[in-house]
């Protein structure tokens, strides 16, 4: 969840979501200076999120999906929880409506 909480991590993961990418393209990316960058790929690989592969002299940076399927299941229950919230709502407001008439 640390890898996720920061919005240039995610922006990196929308990034290699649709394509893989080398560092300097992710800098390229980002408003950040290329340390920073190296940085944040550094924690997404120890989260496991982001893998690198060799070619040449070259990086390669690709998402790692599985971590994300995890998350997605645990916040599974609490997005049923806010939907079962959200439709009681719309039930109340509609009520509400029908009095008011």
């Known amino acids: 969840m640390r890898a996720l909480a920061d919005p240039h991590r995610r922006t990196v993961l929308d990034i ?3 394509h893989e ?3 300097g393209e992710l800098a390229d990316a980002l408003p950040i200076a290329r340390p920073g960058v190296s ?8 989260s496991g999120l982001v893998e690198v592969r060799q ?4 990086r390669i940076y ?25 439709d ?3 039930t109340e407001i509609k009520r509400g409506k029908r009095t008011r008439r």
Do not use: C, F, G, K
């Open 55 to 58: 070619e040449a002299q070259r």
């Open 16 to 18: 290699l979501r649709d």
């Open 39 to 46: 940085r944040h790929l550094r924690v997404l690989r120890e």
């Open 21 to 23: 990418a080398t560092a």
């Open 62 to 86: 690709y998402l790692r999906p599985e971590p994300l399927i995890e998350v997605n299941d645990w916040l599974e229950t609490y997005r049923t929880l806010w939907q079962h919230r959200i």
């Open 88 to 90: 009681a709502l719309h």
